[in-house]
Each structure stands twice: as C-alpha cells, then as structure tokens.
C-alpha cells in the first residue's frame, strides 16, 4: 500500500482587474454573557468542569457550554480491538516491539534512502540473526504506509494558473502555474480535538477566573479564560527551504486550538498545532513590476479563502465530533487568533497596521480577504501581537538598543558587557555586542536582562528612564500569567515611556515616532483580556516548526518535484508519531521513555528525563519533610541521577566548595530526618555530589497553572587541562530556603546581607 495522495487539477484563473464591494457579516449576533447563566449549586456538575473546585467563588465557570451529545469510540479504540484479535497487528505489522523501535529510529534518524538500503545490507544483520520483515527501502516503507495509523490527514494538490498582464512571442498574456498543497481545515480540528493523547490538555468550556470570591481582579492565562467556542488559531509564516542555493522557498499555514492548553501548544512532539498547508510563492514574471504586490496579495487571500473555506458553514451551524474523553459534541470552529509575522502586515497593508482604519475613503485596490466569509470573524481582533518581531526584535533592538547606542557610544557599552562577570543563566557577551551580524530572538532576550544594568551612568536620567520603561513592559508583556493588576502595570510602563519619549527627540536621535510597532504595542491589554496571554502567540513556535514541516522534508527530497516528496515525507513521519502515540496510549506499561528521550513521567515515577540526563524525582508526596520544600505551593526537587563527583572528600568540600561546616550541618540534617540511628558522617567518609538542583514550583505571581523551572547551581571551578581546554570559573548560587521556621510575613520587609568571605549570613 502506498501514500494516497489526492491531486486535484483546478485552472483557478485569478483577475485583477474587478474589484467586488466587501460585505462582511456582521459580527453582533454573537451571544452576549448576560445569556449564559453562571453556575449556581443548584445546576449539575458539567464532564468539562472537572479540573475546577465547582464550590470555589473565585472561579465562574458556564456549564452549558460544550454539552455533550452521547459517547463514542476514539479513534484509536477499534485499532486495539483489532491487534487483540490478530496478535500479528499488535505492532502494526512489525515483527516485535524492537523491530517497531528499529524502524522508528531509521525514520526519524534522517538518513538518505540510499543509507537506508546499505544500513539493511550490512553483514551485521544477518551474523545476529535479526531477521527483519524488511529486507530494503522499499519493503521497509511498504511496512510504514501500511501501519493502522496511516488513515490520518491527506494532502491535496491544486494547480493554480495564473496569467499576468505582459504578453508573450504570440502576443497572448504570459500565464504561469503554481502548486498549492492543502488539507480539509475540518479534518484537522477534528484530529486536535478527537486526539487521546491530548485528552488531559483539552476544555470544552470556558471559565472566568479571579484572584477572589469579590471578582475585582481578573486573572488571564488560557484562550479558554475568555472564549465560548471551539477557537480556531491560524498561523501562516513564510520560510526558505534551500540554504545555499536554488531560491527556494514556501509559505506554511498552521492550524491548532484554544481549546489545547497553551504549553502543550508549544511542544512540537505534542502535535497540537498541525500543517493545514503550503501555499505557493511565486516571482511573477508574467507580471509588470508595479503588479506584482496586488498579484501576491490576491494569491495570499485566495490560497488561504481555500483553505478556510469548510469553516465557514461549520462555524454557522456546528458539526458533531467525536473528542478525546469519547463525549460527542457539537463544536463551532470559530477563526479567533491569526499569528502572522509583523512584516507581513506592514508589506500586505503598505505600511500600515490591519488594525488601523484608512481614514480618507476606500483604497482603490481592494482584494477581497481570506475572512470575509468566515462567521463571527472581526479580523481586527484576531490579529495577535508578536513578541518576537514587535518586542524583542523589534521595539527593543531596532529601536531602544541602537537610540541608546547612539548616545552612550558602541564601544562604551562593548566595553561594559565584556567585563560583566559570567553566570550561568545570563549570556556573557565576552566580545560585546556590536559583533554580532544576524540577531535572534535569543539574543534580544539575553541583551534585555543586562541592558538596563550596562546602560546605567552612560545616558542622561531621562533617557535611561525611558528605556527602563520599555523593558519593564516587554517584560510584562511576555508574562505567562496576566491578572488586571499586572495589565494596568503594563500600562503604565507604556504611560510612563510616552510621557518621556520626548528625550530621544530633545537629544537629536529622533524626529517623530510615527512607528507602527510602537503603536501595535497599544493594543495588546486588549489583545490579552481577549485572547490570553501573549506567550501562546509567539511567532517563535512558527519558526521553530518549519524545521520539522519544511526543512527536514526539503532535506530528504531529491530537489526534483520536492513538493510532492515533501509532502510523502511529512506524511510518514506523522504516521510514526501517530503509531507511536498510539502504543503509548494502548499499551501503558514499559513505554515510559522508550519512545521520546525528553518525555518526562509523572509524579509517583522515580526516574524522569531532563536535558536527555536521567534524574531522580523526590515525590512531593513522602514524609520527610526536609528534602521537599514549600516555596510558594508545592515545589519539587530535581537531580540527575548520577552524580557530578561520585565520591568527594570532606576535605574536598571545605577546599573546593568553601563548605567549612558541611559536617555538623550534615549530621544535624540526618538526625532530623531520623537517619542518625541508621548512619552518622565521618571525616573519612567520601560523598556524592551534585552540581545542580532543579525546582519545579507553582507561579510566583501566585496564579497560574502553569509550573515554573528553576535550578540552583554550585559547581566548583575546573583548572586548564593538558589538552589545552581552557581553565573553567567555579559558580555558586545564592538560595533562600524556607525551613517552616520563619515568622508568618516571610520576607516581606527584610534584607538580607551575605558576607562571602566568611560564609556568613546576618538579617538586617
């Protein structure tokens, strides 16, 4: 059995040359709040309200929202029926679970074709008796299209013939054609809602949360903290396939959900933002140059009309789907969030925000949009800020960075992020800067934890003020947990830098401000009391798959026809991690990090991955209270599962690690823990030790279900080796720890003075 592909030859004939008046639908039929009923004791308790305390007033949850309509069967239950009939089905056709994990390794491991068939010839093979079902390239993926995971989504192909205004030899106009790959937008709601593996990351209805019983603060995180509906996020980034030559490039849509929890969304290998298509990008040669733009344009909103298209009726009157807990529901695909990248916008609308109205009339070059159809849609409240682009990239380093440089001097601040001594969670910029040709996101982010630090004493008051400012609201703007207090903060950072914006001008650097980033920035309170919080539509997730829907695809074609073989690629790899989800859905046991070196088992396990290091995990469930701290709700300690230095001597400790009073301390820990009677530490006994810890502890902000990632380190220095290896600095972390002993305000109103010299720690 081989990959269907379903080629659909269309002559889609684009004109340029009418333009029809625009009738969007109207968007006041949508139902109000005051129509839904908030919950009271009275009302049942609703399947979608499970993870809510139902008796919890600071919580208004809407249990009428995604009913469910009776129970069926998930995908993957008939394919388990299945393989306890036919035990030869059990690993999808493969002989056993190794020959399974085999062919999963030569999949996602990236080699050629041609690597494969040599790798399957080896004498190896035959010398250990493997005895494969496979014996060559082609019964190997032979065996892969036909795993019972295959029936997932198709692509098809549609062939767009455009004709341009310039004329050929036979004085007819040039027309050129292009590839356009889509899959039905419904069939991948129906796949990210209906997928067991995401069956705890999934709500059906939306709640409103607050920091108390009075409601006067609201808190704001998921999509579903302001949303009704099943909501549709749409993602469409444009990305270059070949890297040194061939110009080759494409331009992928993604589609998830609001209902999916946002960092599950983030993860790649959750599959809950999937490919719905590549739209094709052309040079439009048959095309003047002053056509081109309208010509992009108009192949843009039609590509994408297309692919939205079986939404539009769906988002109208609903359509049945089976979900990952089983329940039928009626689900209303609903276009709310559309990530794009800022540059888009700004080339798509000439300079100019979609979000801010031509205020002299109509444009004469009107293009019908992608939306227009599209039920319930106001575009303008779709369009989703950019952290990247707009932030880090943008405002910050195109903006703040290079206006303080011109003040402060390039060589200045060079000279000052050079001697900033190292840490090991902050960038040592060792050569400065100014150095540094092609910025990341990355890097902006680094640059914004030392920049104000750095940029103090080189500017005047003024100036340094109004860059405090803006770093204050990017940070805020990236927060993962939003409430109305931390939003009016972030509003008055914004307040605060246009009150001093004015210095840049004074001081010669700038003449006006008319920037559209700077005024996009205004609209993201709104954007997050809409949508939730902005670290769900990051532009960085786009990016980051590309790699896995674009490059690697483009990598393993030939270069010829590499559409078509992309698509092949894409469609067996998802078939692989289709299967593989399945198993571990299916067969539970002993499948706990075999698949996925990264993936990290629960609570009760004793052995988890962290950085591909195996670790232990101290339950947060066990007795002794000294190993598990409280810091701000349940917190979790991390370590690897072997040791640094193996086998430290207490000298050693007091050498190397300035530990003078690891002893008694150590003997005190172990009486505590009613471990004296058992053992009780010597000057000749040889310890274990670990270079870092890892936290894992509820928000600080104290909401949010999102579990924040700490570490603390403490790792001696490293002298230089004979084989040259540079001489490492030693780095010890400062931590405060909380014993249960201290009085109820905590630290609230406390310094704390640390004299390193004599490891001595006196409150002020």
Same mark, same amino acid.
């Given at each position: 059995?081989?990959?269907?592909?379903?080629?659909?030859?269309?002559?889609?004939?684009?004109?340029?040359?009418?333009?029809?008046?625009?009738?969007?639908?109207?968007?006041?039929?949508?139902?109000?709040?005051?129509?839904?009923?908030?919950?009271?004791?009275?009302?049942?308790?609703?399947?979608?309200?499970?993870?809510?305390?139902?008796?919890?007033?600071?919580?208004?949850?809407?249990?009428?929202?995604?009913?469910?309509?009776?129970?069926?069967?998930?995908?993957?239950?008939?394919?388990?029926?299945?393989?306890?009939?036919?035990?030869?089905?059990?690993?999808?056709?493969?002989?056993?679970?190794?020959?399974?994990?085999?062919?999963?390794?030569?999949?996602?491991?990236?080699?050629?074709?041609?690597?494969?068939?040599?790798?399957?010839?080896?004498?190896?093979?035959?010398?250990?008796?493997?005895?494969?079902?496979?014996?060559?390239?082609?019964?190997?993926?032979?065996?892969?299209?036909?795993?019972?995971?295959?029936?997932?989504?198709?692509?098809?192909?549609?062939?767009?013939?455009?004709?341009?205004?310039?004329?050929?030899?036979?004085?007819?106009?040039?027309?050129?054609?292009?590839?356009?790959?889509?899959?039905?937008?419904?069939?991948?709601?129906?796949?990210?809602?209906?997928?067991? $593996?995401?069956?705890?990351?999934? /709500?059906?209805? *939306?709640?409103?949360?607050?920091?108390?019983?009075? =409601? @006067?603060?609201? %808190?704001?995180?998921?999509?579903?903290?302001?949303?009704?509906?099943?909501?549709?996020?749409?993602?469409?980034?444009?990305?270059?396939?070949?890297?040194?030559?061939?110009?080759?490039?494409?331009?992928?849509?993604?589609?998830?959900?609001?209902?999916?929890?946002?960092?599950?969304?983030?993860?790649?290998?959750?599959?809950?933002?999937?490919?719905?298509?590549?739209?094709?990008?052309?040079?439009?040669?048959?095309?003047?140059?002053?056509?081109?733009?309208?010509?992009?344009?108009?192949?843009?909103?039609?590509?994408?009309?297309?692919?939205?298209?079986?939404?539009?009726?769906?988002?109208?009157?609903?359509?049945?789907?089976?979900? $990952?807990?089983?329940?039928?529901? /009626?689900?209303? *695909?609903?276009?709310?969030?559309?990530?794009?990248? =800022? @540059?888009?916008? %700004?080339?798509?609308?000439?300079?100019?925000?979609?979000?801010?109205?031509?205020?002299?009339?109509?444009?004469?070059?009107?293009?019908?949009?992608?939306?227009?159809?599209?039920?319930?849609?106001?575009?303008?409240?779709?369009?989703?800020?950019?952290?990247?682009?707009?932030?880090?990239?943008?405002?910050?380093?195109?903006?703040?960075?290079?206006?303080?440089?011109?003040?402060?001097?390039?060589?200045?601040?060079?000279?000052?992020?050079?001697?900033?001594?190292?840490?090991?969670?902050?960038?040592?910029?060792?050569?400065?800067?100014?150095?540094?040709?092609?910025?990341?996101?990355?890097?902006?982010?680094?640059?914004?934890?030392?920049?104000?630090?750095?940029?103090?004493?080189?500017?005047?008051?003024?100036?340094?003020?109004?860059?405090?400012?803006?770093?204050?609201?990017?940070?805020?703007?990236?927060?993962?947990?939003?409430?109305?207090?931390?939003?009016?903060?972030?509003?008055?950072?914004?307040?605060?830098?246009?009150?001093?914006?004015?210095?840049?001008?004074?001081?010669?650097?700038?003449?006006?401000?008319?920037?559209?980033?700077?005024?996009?920035?205004?609209?993201?309170?709104?954007?997050?009391?809409?949508?939730?919080?902005?670290?769900?539509?990051?532009?960085?997730?786009?990016?980051?798959?590309?790699?896995?829907?674009?490059?690697?695809?483009?990598?393993?074609?030939?270069?010829?026809?590499?559409?078509?073989?992309?698509?092949?690629?894409?469609?067996?790899?998802?078939?692989?991690?289709?299967?593989?989800?399945?198993?571990?859905?299916?067969?539970?046991?002993?499948?706990?990090?075999?698949?996925?070196?990264?993936?990290?088992?629960?609570?009760?396990?004793?052995?988890?991955?962290?950085?591909?290091?195996?670790?232990?995990?101290?339950?947060?469930?066990?007795?002794?209270?000294?190993?598990?701290?409280?810091?701000?709700?349940?917190?979790?300690?991390?370590?690897?599962?072997?040791?640094?230095?193996?086998?430290?001597?207490?000298?050693?400790?007091?050498?190397?690690?300035?530990?003078?009073?690891?002893?008694?301390?150590?003997?005190?820990?172990?009486?505590?823990?009613?471990?004296?009677?058992?053992?009780?530490?010597?000057?000749?006994?040889?310890?274990?030790?670990?270079?870092?810890?890892?936290?894992?502890?509820?928000?600080?902000?104290?909401?949010?279900?999102?579990?924040?990632?700490?570490?603390?380190?403490?790792?001696?220095?490293?002298?230089?080796?004979?084989?040259?290896?540079?001489?490492?600095?030693?780095?010890?972390?400062?931590?405060?720890?909380?014993?249960?002993?201290?009085?109820?305000?905590?630290?609230?109103?406390?310094?704390?003075?640390?004299?390193?010299?004599?490891?001595?720690?006196?409150?002020?």
């Amino acid at each position: 059995m081989t990959v269907e592909l379903t080629v659909i030859t269309k002559q889609a004939n684009l004109s340029f040359s009418f333009h029809e008046a625009l009738d969007i639908e109207s968007i006041n039929d949508v139902p109000t709040r005051t129509k839904i009923s908030p919950i009271t004791k009275d009302m049942p308790q609703s399947p979608i309200l499970s993870q809510y305390e139902l008796n919890d007033p600071s919580i208004i949850t809407f249990p009428s929202a995604g009913q469910t309509y009776g129970l069926s069967n998930i995908c993957w239950e008939e394919t388990k029926a299945q393989a306890e009939k036919i035990q030869s089905i059990k690993w999808g056709g493969f002989a056993s679970r190794e020959e399974w994990e085999l062919a999963q390794w030569v999949m996602k491991s990236g080699i050629s074709q041609g690597h494969i068939d040599e790798f399957l010839a080896l004498p190896i093979k035959i010398q250990n008796h493997l005895n494969l079902s496979f014996h060559n390239k082609y019964s190997f993926f032979n065996k892969i299209d036909q795993l019972p995971t295959n029936n997932i989504l198709d692509f098809a192909c549609e062939i767009i013939a455009i004709t341009g205004n310039i004329l050929d030899d036979n004085q007819q106009f040039r027309t050129i054609t292009v590839e356009f790959w889509t899959r039905n937008a419904l069939d991948v709601v129906r796949e990210i809602i209906g997928n067991p $593996a995401l069956k705890y990351h999934l /709500k059906y209805g *939306p709640v409103q949360l607050f920091t108390d019983e009075t =409601h @006067n603060e609201q %808190l704001f995180n998921e999509m579903n903290t302001g949303a009704t509906i099943a909501p549709v996020i749409i993602t469409s980034d444009a990305t270059r396939l070949s890297q040194f030559g061939g110009d080759k490039t494409t331009w992928l849509v993604y589609l998830s959900l609001g209902n999916v929890d946002k960092n599950i969304c983030r993860q790649p290998s959750q599959y809950a933002m999937l490919l719905l298509g590549y739209i094709p990008i052309s040079k439009f040669e048959c095309f003047t140059e002053d056509q081109c733009t309208t010509a992009k344009r108009t192949l843009f909103h039609h590509c994408m009309k297309k692919l939205l298209e079986p939404l539009v009726q769906a988002g109208k009157d609903g359509i049945e789907m089976t979900c $990952a807990d089983g329940n039928i529901r /009626k689900v209303y *695909p609903i276009l709310a969030a559309y990530i794009a990248d =800022h @540059n888009v916008w %700004l080339h798509r609308y000439h300079n100019q925000l979609p979000n801010s109205l031509v205020q002299n009339g109509i444009r004469d070059d009107i293009i019908l949009p992608f939306w227009k159809d599209l039920p319930h849609c106001d575009i303008f409240s779709c369009i989703t800020p950019d952290l990247l682009h707009q932030l880090y990239k943008g405002i910050f380093k195109d903006h703040i960075v290079e206006w303080c440089l011109k003040l402060a001097g390039a060589d200045e601040i060079d000279l000052r992020l050079q001697t900033l001594p190292s840490h090991p969670r902050l960038r040592h910029f060792r050569e400065g800067m100014s150095v540094l040709s092609q910025w990341t996101g990355t890097e902006a982010k680094e640059l914004q934890k030392v920049f104000l630090g750095v940029l103090a004493g080189t500017v005047e008051n003024d100036i340094y003020s109004c860059a405090r400012a803006i770093v204050e609201f990017i940070f805020y703007a990236g927060f993962p947990n939003h409430s109305s207090q931390t939003i009016k903060y972030m509003l008055d950072c914004l307040e605060e830098f246009d009150c001093m914006k004015s210095c840049f001008i004074k001081y010669g650097i700038r003449t006006h401000f008319n920037i559209p980033k700077l005024h996009a920035i205004r609209h993201y309170a709104e954007s997050i009391r809409k949508l939730g919080t902005l670290d769900r539509y990051n532009t960085e997730l786009p990016e980051c798959l590309h790699i896995d829907y674009a490059k690697d695809g483009y990598r393993s074609s030939n270069r010829r026809n590499y559409m078509h073989q992309m698509v092949t690629w894409l469609h067996r790899q998802e078939t692989i991690n289709t299967f593989n989800a399945y198993l571990t859905w299916a067969y539970p046991a002993g499948n706990e990090n075999r698949s996925n070196p990264n993936s990290a088992c629960d609570e009760t396990a004793e052995c988890i991955i962290v950085d591909r290091e195996p670790v232990i995990t101290v339950p947060a469930s066990m007795e002794l209270h000294s190993l598990v701290f409280k810091w701000n709700g349940l917190t979790t300690i991390t370590i690897s599962k072997q040791p640094s230095h193996p086998k430290t001597a207490l000298s050693t400790l007091i050498r190397d690690y300035g530990a003078s009073e690891f002893l008694p301390v150590f003997n005190t820990f172990l009486k505590q823990a009613r471990f004296s009677r058992i053992i009780t530490a010597s000057q000749n006994d040889h310890f274990p030790v670990y270079n870092r810890i890892r936290l894992t502890y509820t928000s600080l902000q104290g909401f949010g279900g999102i579990p924040e990632m700490d570490t603390i380190c403490a790792a001696p220095s490293v002298p230089a080796s004979s084989a040259g290896k540079l001489p490492t600095p030693g780095y010890f972390d400062t931590a405060i720890v909380d014993t249960g002993n201290a009085e109820i305000s905590g630290l609230e109103g406390q310094s704390l003075t640390i004299d390193y010299k004599n490891s001595s720690y006196s409150q002020l």
